[in-house]
């Protein structure tokens, strides 16, 4: 269980700039498609995602701006930015060798 | 929305000490999350005090969500940290210059502050501006201490005018600083131990009152002004660069530590 917590804490920005980057969206449906996509397998603290959003808002890979819908309600949806593309690219890129390398260790092709 | 909400982010209010207007923007992003949570929770058919509770705990300890986000924001980047210390710096390398009674040198410097407080202030007063601040306010501070002194030749009428309206500013100021984060006054505040330290240490001291403020001689002294300068200048950027409030109470106390042991050993 701990395990699958660290893997989450360290991906957890790679999993918000992909989501983001599919749509604009905001803070309960992240959660939401974590949840669905995912099969109910990443189960955040919710409140954890706000800092997390903050954060990636800070370094200006996202940007917030708050919408007001037609019953009224504000949300805050997140956009992803330019800078946020090409950090997403990179990570998902290392993301792939990294567990291609994992997999080639892991279930080596008997020749 | 129940008590229940209510009480969760007045909770989470009263432990984020940061800029009101992030502090609402992120109370307001958990009140729609949670209003969201609670009217899902309500059509699979609970109550509304079990939709907010569970909405609630869903979202965590509102303590945790408050250090975290003021841990994102309190951290200032490289370049503010610098820009932070950067006056600290400056009078660090006029006095190890030598340069500090080139009026040339103080023009600039003066203007330099004028320039930076004045942009700061209209530019959101970001973290890096504090520290300008304060030595904004040092000459503010110091005028009304030399016309207290001096009223007798100078005239009461002068003293009686200036030093209220000197005092109303600083106390503005740091009213204003304070309600956008006790932190900041503190930074702010940080030049001043270290330079009144100096200006007021034995031997200096009579001197400056004595004499014309031109005329003051801390030569003897100038390599640990130095130093006590320099120690102030990284501990600003420390402060800015510091996640945790009480790291960066801590490391504020650095100057105030190098300003005693240092006009203790130069006495």
Not at chain 1, 60 to 78: A, M, V
Not at chain 2, 49 to 72: N, W
Not at chain 2, 154 to 181: H, S
Request: proline share 4%.
């Amino acid at each position: 269980m701990n395990y699958v917590r660290e893997l989450l804490k360290g991906n957890t920005d790679c999993l918000l700039l992909s989501l983001i980057n599919r749509q604009p969206t905001y803070g309960y449906q992240i959660i939401k498609e974590l949840e669905k996509k995912s099969s109910g397998y990443f189960q955040f603290k919710e409140g954890t995602l706000y800092p997390a959003l903050h954060r990636l808002e800070k370094s200006k890979l996202i940007k917030g701006e708050w919408q007001l819908l037609p019953n009224g309600q504000q949300r805050r949806y997140y956009y992803i930015t330019e800078k946020g593309q090409q950090v997403l690219a990179n990570r998902l890129a290392t993301w792939q060798d990294f567990s291609a390398a994992v997999r080639a260790i892991i279930h080596p092709k008997i020749s | 929305m129940g008590n229940i909400v209510n009480c969760y982010l007045a909770r989470f209010k009263a432990s984020l000490q940061i800029d009101s207007n992030i502090k609402e923007s992120v109370a307001q992003e958990l009140y729609t999350h949670l209003k969201e949570k609670s009217e899902e929770l309500k059509e699979k058919g609970f109550s509304e005090e079990e939709a907010d509770r569970l909405a609630v705990q869903a979202l965590g300890s509102p303590e945790l969500i408050a250090r975290q986000i003021y841990e994102t924001h309190a951290q200032g980047s490289w370049q503010e940290a610098l820009l932070a210390a950067l006056p600290h710096f400056t009078v660090a390398l006029l006095f190890a210059l030598y340069y500090w009674q080139n009026t040339f040198c103080l023009s600039v410097l003066l203007m330099a502050i004028v320039g930076m407080a004045v942009y700061g202030w209209h530019r959101d007063k970001p973290i890096w501006f504090f520290p300008w601040l304060g030595y904004y306010l040092f000459p503010i501070l110091v005028s009304s201490i030399l016309l207290v002194y001096f009223s007798p030749q100078i005239g009461w009428i002068a003293t009686i005018t200036y030093v209220p309206l000197a005092l109303f500013v600083v106390i503005y100021i740091v009213e204003q600083t304070m309600k956008r984060d006790e932190l900041y006054a503190l930074l702010m505040l940080s030049l001043l131990p270290v330079a009144f330290g100096w200006l007021l240490s034995p031997g200096v001291g009579d001197k400056f009152i004595r004499s014309d403020i031109a005329m003051v001689q801390l030569e003897a002294k100038v390599p640990w002004i130095v130093v006590t300068f320099v120690v102030l200048a990284m501990a600003t950027v420390a402060f800015v660069r510091l996640k945790q409030r009480q790291h960066k109470i801590a490391v504020l106390l650095i100057p105030l530590i190098a300003i005693l042991f240092s006009v203790a050993l130069t006495e």
